[in-house]
């Protein structure tokens, strides 16, 4: 199982990143897909999500800014970033999981770096 995040990069405050995830190796459409971040000193925080039924659900901070989709078909997941702060500088990951019974699997990319400044 490989997920493999693109599209960091340094940008300056009020614009905007996409970030993608590519899976490989798992049913992706099965998947819960979340994107997560940590900054330096922070715990790693969730930051949006979207269910198998393309639900989505988004941290406070985020809402109105960050939009999460999937395409199913190329097994691809994407985070747009708009009117981006330098509070969102940090490290993105994305992550996918699936809860089967007692059964949790669990897989996690290498991670984007995201840097918002002027």
Request: glycine letters at 10%; charged letters at 20%; proline letters at 3%.
């Amino acid at each position: 199982v490989q997920l493999v995040e693109s599209g960091g990069g340094l940008v300056q405050p009020g614009e905007s990143l996409r970030l993608s995830c590519a899976s490989s190796g798992v049913t992706f459409e099965d998947y819960q897909i979340g994107w997560f971040r940590q900054a330096p000193g922070k715990e790693r925080e969730k930051v949006a999500y979207i269910n198998t039924d393309y639900s989505t659900d988004y941290q406070d901070s985020v809402k109105g800014r960050f939009t999460i989709s999937r395409d199913n078909a190329k097994n691809m997941a994407y985070l747009q970033m708009n009117s981006l702060k330098p509070e969102d500088t940090a490290v993105y990951y994305c992550n996918a999981n699936l809860r089967v019974g007692p059964q949790e699997y669990d897989y996690w990319g290498q991670g984007t770096q995201v840097t918002v400044s002027s």
